[in-house]
């Protein structure tokens, strides 16, 4: 099994941890529903390289199977699963930015328009992938941004 697994299942825990405690602390809540709600369909779609990881490295050949199968089932949904991540953010930011503007001093709000950045060259690699041109160079870009944006979202966590 990959180590993914359990990294994306400690990010996602400390996610639910931050969010519960942002919910119980906040009269308004609809920014914060919006950050969980982009977050979910972001590390959905990251655990697809946890799946690939341990599909390439699984002794049995059964495990292998039914990991392709399952991962095969899924394909259609992960472009607009990206996507979908992305305008929530989009709306996540909106909110928070008309909430407590776009004051670049404060880490949160640094943090975040970081990952967004990351976020949106993210997508456009996925579907530069899909339409254009799936060459390995593409494809290694892609990966690397889903950890850097693994990265800076732990990072926007912190804060
Ligand atoms: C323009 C981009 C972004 C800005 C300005 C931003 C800013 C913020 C701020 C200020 C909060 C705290 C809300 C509060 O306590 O009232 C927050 C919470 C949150 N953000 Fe973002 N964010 C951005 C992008 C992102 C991204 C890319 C993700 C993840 C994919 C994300 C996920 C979350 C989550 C889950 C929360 C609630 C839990 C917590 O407070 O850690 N945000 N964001
Ligand atoms: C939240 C955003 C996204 C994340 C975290 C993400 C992550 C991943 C991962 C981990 C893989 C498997 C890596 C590998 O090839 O070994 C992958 C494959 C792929 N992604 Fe994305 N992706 C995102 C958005 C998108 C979008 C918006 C598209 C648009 C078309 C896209 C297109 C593709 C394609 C064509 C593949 C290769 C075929 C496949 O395995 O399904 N991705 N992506």
Known sequence: MSIWFLLNGMLFIWAVWNVAFGLSNHSSYIHILLGFAGFLLFIFNWTRNAV????RNAE????????AKMSKRIRPYHRWVGTSALIIIILHGSVITHLYGFNLTNMKILTGFLASI?????????????LIDPRSRIRKLHIRLGISMFILVVIHSIF
């Open 52 to 55: 690939f990881s341990t599909i």
């Open 60 to 67: 049995s050949r059964q495990t292998r199977i039914r990991l």
């Open 118 to 130: 990351n976020l949106f060259i993210l997508v456009l690699s996925g579907w530069y992938r899909l």
